[in-house]
């Protein structure tokens, strides 16, 4: 078991830039979270994907903001044309596939996440 | 809907003494409930969680929770505090009925006084 891993750990950019994130889940983990933390907050859900298909995405998720998960695998997370708002640390979870857990709900399992600084 | 509230969002206590971080949970559906902590940059790892089982948990490091319906509560506690427990700590809460997302809590800042 490796754990979660995400790629860059830091990123930054100026304002108008496009950049993407990816993470790598738990070999296994069908399911795939999104979180949005910004300074002196808790993480706020962004979207997840069961395999390939992306199950929910919340209103925070603007249309700047697409992720993929194309093959059920590490995802990506692409944010275009940044704004100083975007700045924040973007972290991603994995979980067990249900049924398979021990119950209906298992623990997510979390990456070292992503700094993004918009300048 | 689903909600958390943490009191206090910094708490300081002496190394050695009690540690009570404070969550209290709104839910429309019996609730899943974690803590998890964070050190500086760094993401988040499991401490403990609350499935419906039995309703004080116990949890890495020495810590322990109890889910109290009545008080809509799921206090954090550890007996003796260590200079290792400086770090930052978010409540969260899930619906029961799936791999659903999590809300977190603002979190706690708790800091350990030599």
């Known amino acids: 078991d490796t754990g979660v891993s995400q790629d860059p750990r830091h990123k930054i950019t100026k304002r108008g830039q496009n950049v993407t994130f990816r993470c790598d889940p738990i070999?296994?983990?069908?399911?795939l979270y999104w979180y949005r933390q910004t300074l002196g907050q808790g993480p706020e859900f962004l979207t997840y994907?069961?395999?390939?298909?992306?199950?929910?995405k919340s209103r925070l998720l603007s249309d700047r903001f697409s992720a993929e998960r194309p093959k059920g695998s590490f995802s990506t997370l692409e944010i275009q044309r940044t704004e100083q708002g975007d700045s924040a640390m973007y972290l991603c979870?994995?979980?067990?596939?249900?049924?398979?857990?021990?119950?209906?709900?298992?623990?997510?399992?979390f990456g070292p996440g992503t700094r993004l600084t918009v300048l | 809907a689903q909600s958390v509230t943490q009191l206090g969002s910094h708490v300081s206590v002496s190394e050695g003494a009690l540690v009570l971080l404070r969550c209290n949970y709104s839910?429309?559906?019996?609730?899943?409930l974690f803590w998890y902590v964070q050190y500086p940059n760094q993401g988040l790892q499991l401490l403990l969680k609350?499935?419906?089982?039995?309703?004080l948990v116990k949890g890495i490091n020495g810590f322990e929770a109890e889910f109290k319906k009545s008080e809509t509560s799921f206090h954090l506690t550890k007996p003796s505090a260590h200079m290792s427990d400086a770090a930052e700590y978010f409540c969260?809460?899930?619906?029961?009925?799936?791999?659903?997302?999590?809300?977190f809590g603002t979190g706690t800042r708790l800091t350990i006084i030599p």
């Open positions: 979870a994995s979980s067990l596939p249900l049924g398979l857990a021990g119950g209906s709900t298992d623990t997510q399992y």
């Open positions: 839910s429309s559906v019996p609730p899943y």
């Open positions: 070999s296994e983990h069908n399911r």
């Open positions: 969260a809460v899930t619906a029961n009925f799936g791999n659903e997302k999590l809300t």
């Open positions: 609350y499935t419906s089982a039995a309703t």
């Open positions: 994907f069961q395999n390939e298909a992306q199950l929910e």
